[in-house]
T-cell receptor
Framework: KNEVEQSPQNLTAQEGEFITINCSYSVGISALHWLQQHPGGGIVSLFMLSSGKKKHGRLIATINIQEKHSSLHITASHPRDSAVYICAVLTGNQFYFGTGTSLTVIP | KAGVTQTPRYLIKTRGQQVTLSCSPISGHRSVSWYQQTPGQGLQFLFEYFSETQRNKGNFPGRFSGRQFSNSRSEMNVSTLELGDSALYLC???????????????FGPGTRLTVT
């Protein structure tokens, strides 16, 4: 049983498209993180959320604590957004990770 | 500020050997967490250290251990290596303070360990 489920697993988009990646979790959490991993392995933390919505540039993250669901949106997608996006939840003192969404943005 | 650094970046070991990986956090960060990433299991949490004390631990066997020094640098050790230990090992530092939920994680580039 996975504590964190992401969808879709793979996503291909045309440059400029609006993209949504979903994350559902089954445990009580104190925070949810969205991570970005480029080929080669480097991971960057995009957002840390415990409620509401956050925005950084073209990226928007929302969380609904009651529904145990979070979404990551990318507006005006660009080929440099191609990466794996990973949802992670902090519950108690444990981190649980989704399996990631592999995004490819085609020029 | 310099980012999180990990050494070595690549390592090849033989089954049964042991290995030590090193992580230097961002200056001022006292929390260091370690993660294992494999194609089959994805990212998994190993443990977290804060002020030289292991604060949290994931579900890994006792062959996996770690420590943190007074300057917040951390090492993790894997003894009696198995083929399944081949993975990317990532560390991350955080500016979280004692008693609060762990904050935003700043990841290092990782050490890719291959066990043959």
């Amino acid at each position: 049983k996975n504590e964190v489920e992401q969808s879709p697993q793979n996503l291909t988009a045309q440059e400029g498209e609006f993209i949504t990646i979903n994350c559902s979790y089954s445990v009580g959490i104190s925070a949810l993180h969205w991570l970005q991993q480029h080929p080669g392995g480097g991971i960057v933390s995009l957002f840390m959320l415990s409620s509401g919505k956050k925005k950084h540039g073209r990226l928007i993250a929302t969380i609904n604590i009651q529904e145990k669901h979070s979404s990551l949106h990318i507006t005006a997608s660009h080929p440099r957004d191609s990466a794996v996006y990973i949802c992670a939840v902090l519950t108690g003192n444990q981190f649980y990770f989704g399996t990631g969404t592999s995004l490819t943005v085609i020029p | 500020k310099a980012g999180v650094t990990q050494t070595p970046r690549y390592l090849i070991k033989t089954r049964g050997q042991q290995v030590t990986l090193s992580c230097s956090p961002i200056s001022g960060h006292r929390s260091v967490s370690w993660y294992q990433q494999t194609p089959g299991q994805g990212l998994q949490f190993l443990f977290e250290y804060f002020s030289e004390t292991q604060r949290n631990k994931g579900n890994f066997p006792g062959r996996f251990s770690g420590r943190q020094f007074s300057n917040s640098r951390s090492e993790m050790n894997v003894s009696t290596l198995e083929l399944g230990d081949s993975a990317l090992y990532l560390c991350a530092s955080s500016s979280t303070t004692s008693g609060s939920a762990r904050g935003e994680q700043y990841f290092g580039p990782g050490t890719r360990l291959t066990v043959t």
